[in-house]
């Protein structure tokens, strides 16, 4: 079965950096395009970035443009999120997602890590 396992959340000061991993299991990963969405406390659930299953084509949600770095290492099947300059509105739990080269939505996902920045 599908398994994606996030990992890197924790306490950092703002403008401090983080470094998320998520490490995929059961599915073919070169064909999947990976993203990354965040869950800000009380509210719903929001795009943050994703990079293609085809050339490792990005894109990034204004909020976290220029700050924040996705990528993918097919080797050991894991995506990351490097997270430079952290404000406080970065505090969320980040969940990780896979979309199948086929699909139009994310059919898999991770339970969740939290991130939180304090001011």
């Known amino acids: 079965q599908v398994q994606l396992v996030e990992s890197g959340g924790g306490l950092v000061q703002a403008g401090g950096s983080l470094a998320l991993s998520c490490a995929a299991s059961g599915l073919t990963f070169s064909s999947y395009t990976m993203g990354w969405f965040r869950q800000p406390p009380g509210k719903g659930r929001e795009f943050a970035a994703a990079?293609?299953?085809?050339?490792?084509?990005?894109s990034y949600a204004d909020s976290v443009k220029g700050r924040f770095t996705i990528s993918r290492d097919s080797a050991k099947n894991t995506v990351y999120l490097h997270m430079n300059s952290l404000e406080p509105e970065d505090t969320a739990v980040y969940y990780c997602a896979a979309r199948s080269r086929t699909a139009l939505s994310y059919a898999y996902w991770g339970q969740g890590t939290q991130v939180t920045v304090s001011s």
């Open positions: 990079i293609s299953w085809f050339a490792g084509t990005t």
